[in-house]
């Protein structure tokens, strides 16, 4: 059996072997802080995220795309795996190919191989995710044209230029979906004195976050604690506040993007302006993110089909090309 893992800072999906997609679910572990054992994984787990007691905490195994927390890793792992397999896994172990960054170190991919093998795969390889995103994305990466992907995920933003099955050119950088939620936080916290949660900046900056100019948005109400009098307090944010706080985190994405194109032989660059750059990940949902990065660079780009899964996609269609 075969199981491909996109296994993100933000979220877990697997893709099975003739089943397409099975799981998507945060990669959040919730776990008795004493004795360790696990209370939720995923959605469930999700929930409990700043809002847990002193024996109970909810946890996020991976930070910026690399394991944080063996141990909850391994659990969550070895959850998903036995979700997907049932009985299975007790007598047919799977073969597991995991998603990395591209530039992880040779100790991180250590980490992720024998979390998986701990989690109960009878093999575990590794393929970089922005080739997982472009084969996911349906781009041809055997042929000998330039293909640039930039996938934006919950704890590393990929770029890479691909041709002939490889990557050619590529830079990883610990900026995203996370660091966003972060530049939400502290502009809220600098500009109105008001402390929020995680999952508040992830909900702002989908209801009000984006680049888009042309569109008319309500301002939101915000609920949090007042940082001077410790008590509950609520404002109005305009989506022009939120698109000033994400500045920094975007300009980070598109510096990379520019810098990994001034490295591109020329005749890759050549494909790259008349094929355009193609956007993968969840970052990529965030509305005129595509245009924006377009008008920076000069070069067209899209968001392909299915962002969200495109990475897992090509993890599964990787089984059949051996190239992992």
Do not use: W
Request: aromatic letters at 4%; a neutral charge; one cysteine or more.
């Amino acid at each position: 059996m075969h199981i491909g893992i996109d296994l993100g800072t933000a979220s877990v999906l697997v893709y099975v072997e003739g089943k397409n997609i099975v799981v998507n679910e945060p990669s959040v572990v919730a776990m008795d802080r004493k004795t360790r054992a696990i209370k939720a994984v995923g959605a469930e787990a999700k929930k409990m995220l700043g809002k847990t007691h002193p024996n109970i905490i909810a946890l996020r195994p991976l930070r910026d795309g690399v394991i944080a927390d063996f141990n909850a890793t391994e659990k969550m792992l070895k959850y998903f795996i036995k979700k997907v397999c049932s009985y299975r896994v007790l007598f047919f172990k799977p073969v597991v190919v995991i998603c990395v960054p591209a530039q992880v170190t040779n100790v991180e991919s250590r980490a992720v191989k024998e979390a998986a093998l701990s989690a109960g795969a009878k093999q575990a390889f590794l393929i970089q995710e922005p080739m997982a995103a472009a084969i996911g994305a349906g781009l041809n990466v055997d042929d000998p044209v330039g293909n640039m992907v930039v996938d934006i995920g919950g704890g590393t933003t990929d770029v890479a230029v691909i041709s002939l099955g490889g990557i050619v050119v590529g830079d990883s950088i610990r900026v995203a979906g996370h660091k966003m939620d972060d530049a939400i936080v502290r502009y809220l916290r600098k500009s109105y004195n008001l402390l929020v949660g995680e999952q508040t900046a992830e909900a702002i900056k989908f209801k009000l976050g984006g680049i888009r100019q042309d569109r008319e948005s309500e301002a939101l109400e915000i609920r949090g604690r007042d940082l001077i009098e410790g008590l509950p307090k609520t404002i109005l944010v305009e989506p022009e506040e939120v698109m000033e706080a994400l500045d920094e985190p975007i300009n980070s994405i598109i510096e990379t993007t520019k810098s990994v194109l001034e490295r591109t032989p020329p005749e890759l660059v050549s494909d790259i302006i008349e094929r355009g750059i193609v956007l993968t990940g969840g970052g990529a949902l965030l509305a005129g993110l595509d245009k924006k990065i377009a008008c920076a660079i000069g070069i067209p780009v899209r968001v392909t089909d299915n962002p969200i899964s495109c990475v897992v996609i090509g993890t599964g269609k990787a089984f059949n090309r051996k190239k992992y």
